[in-house]
């Protein structure tokens, strides 16, 4: 039996700080000139290898770009938190929905990663908003924004809750330095949704969900002091990383995506739009060229945003709907992937879902129909 549940509301907060490459080309000139040996190269390149699958191949049209596609940025201010995007995303979204904090039954709260070492932000945030309602943290790494869609589904199938808010989090800028070009593909952000009950036969259709185990060690912390002497977590990247994503990128995907529509009982034909997590500028070619599927029905906002985490996938979602290239009943695919976590897709059909206050839905909307980047106009 078919349980119509799934998202009732959606909204994206951003941190005040916009970026250009023109910011890292006066302030860096030395990294710019030197750019091919450091770590963003390293990270996506074809180390002087044939390029071999749909991923490299999507790839090679931006090595000559030592921002790798990468044209805009969001950055968290040094008075700006990302718990404090969290309470404003949240808000917006429970407005949207006409819910109040005491309507929530239960929050779930995914950070990439947590204001504070050694907790998650669930709790903070629910002092933030006086939250009465239970909350957890849930982790994935940058593929939590289907599964935590999936577990909150799932929770209020079973009756356990009724509205369940879930906030999905990024704040890259304060765990990689801004002189590791790594940071120059990354952004900072919020996205926020409430899962409840929807009209029948709309929802959570199917899901299929798996371990990125393969990618466990591409990543690593360690910790570090700040200029004050306060403990600090910066991420660095092994040496396996590029190797790593290349030769599993394809199977991830198709065994994800594949796998949720039949799960769905439908094929990849009958999905009106998709939704990927667009954390390189050629993810959503790579991801149409996997699969089959005609570049028109996806949308990319990777030259705006970069590379979010998994909030870029709530980005695409939010901005889709924005933009009317989904309405309700369609059929709607959305993929998650992050490293050390899972991969993730999930087959739902689109609701009367209520939206957030639009961040820059202007400057976006200009850009998508105006710009002749086709890795970024391509909807």
């Not at 466990?216 to 994503?245: H, S, W």
């Amino acid at each position: 039996m078919h349980y119509p549940v799934g998202v009732r509301s959606l909204a994206m907060a951003l941190p005040s700080i916009k970026r250009s490459n023109d910011y890292y080309r006066e302030k860096y000139p030395e990294l710019i000139a030197q750019s091919e040996q450091r770590s963003l190269a390293r990270l996506f390149s074809v180390n002087n290898s044939t390029p071999n699958n749909e991923f490299d191949f999507k790839m090679l049209p931006y090595l000559q770009d030592p921002f790798r596609g990468t044209v805009n940025r969001w950055v968290l201010a040094p008075d700006e938190s990302s718990l404090m995007l969290q309470e404003r995303a949240a808000r917006q979204a429970l407005d949207a929905a006409n819910l109040t904090f005491s309507e929530v039954d239960l929050m779930l709260v995914a950070s990439i990663w947590p204001e504070h070492i050694g907790f998650g932000d669930a709790a903070f945030l629910s002092r933030q908003l006086n939250l009465q309602g239970a909350a957890w943290n849930i982790d994935a790494a940058c593929g939590v924004t289907p599964v935590a869609l999936q577990t909150a589904c799932a929770l209020v199938r079973s009756q356990e809750y009724r509205n369940v808010l879930v906030v999905i989090s990024c704040s890259y800028s304060r765990f990689f330095a801004e002189d590791d070009t790594l940071s120059w593909f990354m952004s900072d952000g919020v996205g926020a949704f409430v899962v409840g009950s929807l009209a029948p036969n709309q929802g959570i259709l199917g899901t299929k969900t798996i371990h990125t185990a393969a990618l466990c060690d591409i990543f690593f912390a360690k910790l570090t002091e700040d200029e004050q002497g306060n403990p600090q977590v910066q991420m660095r990247m092994d040496k396996i990383a590029n190797r790593a994503i290349r030769e599993t990128a394809v199977d991830q995907l198709r065994t994800c995506c594949e796998g949720a529509v039949a799960a769905a009982g439908v094929i990849l034909d009958q999905v009106d739009f998709f939704i990927f997590n667009t954390s390189t500028a050629w993810g959503a070619q790579f991801c149409a060229q996997v699969l089959g599927i005609d570049i028109e029905r996806t949308i990319n906002l990777y030259s705006h945003y970069a590379n979010i985490g998994p909030v870029i996938t709530v980005a695409n979602l939010y901005y889709a709907a924005q933009l009317n290239k989904i309405h309700e009943n369609d059929l709607v695919l959305i993929y998650g992937l992050g490293a050390a976590g899972v991969a993730s897709a999930s087959v739902m059909r689109w609701g009367d879902v209520a939206l957030g206050t639009v961040p820059h839905l202007g400057e976006l909307d200009s850009l998508l129909t105006s710009s002749s980047d086709q890795s970024f106009a391509v909807c």
